[in-house]
């Protein structure tokens, strides 16, 4: 199963550099690395990176982050997946731009 991570630009372009990530400000605070499943993504984006332009979706197979990736309940009671530990650039299995179309963010096929 993919699950997604959300980055603003520089945030990305810092994780290609480092080959890892601890993740966002918010994720550090937390002390784990948000994602998404693919039917949460669009609600996280609207909720968190309303009109944020510059953003890339990153898609991760939840199956080969092992034990560190814990679901648990999160908005509304669902069940999100949380990673605790840095996420290293080759469980990536792919990113593409996730631009803005008329105030709303484009997840295309995704969606």
């Known amino acids: 199963m993919l699950i997604y ?4 630009r520089d945030e990305w372009a810092q994780m290609q ?10 994720d550090l605070a937390d002390g784990f690395i948000h994602f998404s499943t693919a039917g949460q993504a669009q609600d996280t984006a609207a909720k968190h990176f ?6 890339w979706l990153v898609a991760v197979d939840a199956d080969r982050l092992g034990p560190d990736l ?16 840095p ?8 990113s ?12 295309g096929a995704l969606a």
């Open 5 to 8: 991570k959300i980055f603003r």
């Open 96 to 107: 593409r731009p996730l631009p803005l179309r008329d105030g709303v963010h484009d997840f």
């Open 50 to 55: 309303a009109g944020a332009e510059g953003l």
């Open 17 to 26: 550099a480092d080959g890892l990530t601890s993740g966002a400000p918010v």
């Open 70 to 85: 814990r679901w648990e309940v999160s908005r509304g009671g669902a069940l999100f997946p949380h990673l605790y530990r």
């Open 87 to 94: 996420l290293r650039m080759s469980e990536v299995i792919w």
